[in-house]
T-cell receptor, first 116, second 111 residues
Framework: DGGITQSPKYLFRKEGQNVTLSCEQN?????MYWYRQDPGQGLRLIYY???????QKGDIAEGYSVSREKKESFPLTVTSAQKNPTAFYLC???????????????FGPGTRLTVL | SQQGEEDPQALSIQEGENATMNCSYK?????LQWYRQNSGRGLVHLIL?????REKHSGRLRVTLDTSKKSSSLLITASRAADTASYFC???????????FGQGTRLTINP
């Protein structure tokens, strides 16, 4: 059963703690993305990776970090430097990078992070 | 500022009616995509229309693209309760490597 999985579904964090959100895909996609969604809003790009061992900052990268050591995995760390981390986080992947001509993105189910 | 902006922000119709949502964007694009999001879930890709296409159909969905007006519309015909969701347009700006999403239209289908 191919797709993208994210874990955990719900995550609670105390202020000052770093937390890591997991994203795994078995679609053999080259590109992976992390988005943040606030209530009633669209998606904002945090980081993206077009190939293993390479990633670029998106529009709101401050306070976040990522790694892409394996093609299947693109974990996101929300650091204590992120001042307002409570949000819904979505991971996505596509066959090729977003600049490709036919590049639909496949999304995971999301992780809802709440800072206590 | 948002590259894509949907209109209306919210739409409520009766089951069986048609629903039309619009998306406007600011800069030249490679393609425009529509996604659906059920409450608290991930997004699901609905349809992609390339910049050199004017209309595309998929089942009960019809998408149009007018590059001269920098706008697109999504029509859902014969709506069903299961169509209740938020709908987002997303664009790839020419020369960019990222998909930019609008803020979405929240569609409610009343039984």
């Amino acid at each position: 059963d191919g797709g993208i999985t994210q874990s955990p579904k719900y995550l609670f964090r105390k202020e000052g703690q770093n937390v890591t959100l997991s994203c795994e895909q078995n679609l053999n996609h080259d590109a992976m993305y992390w988005y943040r969604q606030d209530p009633g809003q669209g998606l904002r790009l945090i980081y993206y990776s077009q190939i293993v061992n390479d990633f670029q900052k998106g529009d709101i990268a401050e306070g976040y970090s990522v790694s892409r050591e394996k093609k299947e995995s693109f974990p996101l760390t929300v650091t204590s430097a992120q001042k307002n981390p409570t949000a819904f986080y979505l991971c996505a992947s596509s066959i090729e990078g977003a600049g490709g001509i036919d590049n639909e993105q496949f999304f995971g189910p999301g992780t809802r992070l709440t800072v206590l | 500022s948002q590259q894509g902006e949907e209109d209306p922000q919210a739409l409520s119709i009766q089951e069986g009616e048609n629903a039309t949502m619009n998306c406007s964007y600011k800069t030249s694009i490679n393609n425009l995509q529509w996604y659906r999001q059920n409450s608290g879930r991930g997004l699901v890709h609905l349809i992609l229309i390339r910049s050199n296409e004017r209309e595309k159909h998929s089942g009960r969905l019809r998408v149009t693209l007018d590059t001269s007006k920098k706008s697109s519309s999504l029509l859902i015909t014969a709506s069903r309760a299961a169509d209740t969701a938020s709908y987002f347009c997303a664009t790839i700006i020419q020369g960019a490597q990222k998909l930019v999403f609008g803020q979405g239209t929240r569609l409610t289908i009343n039984p």
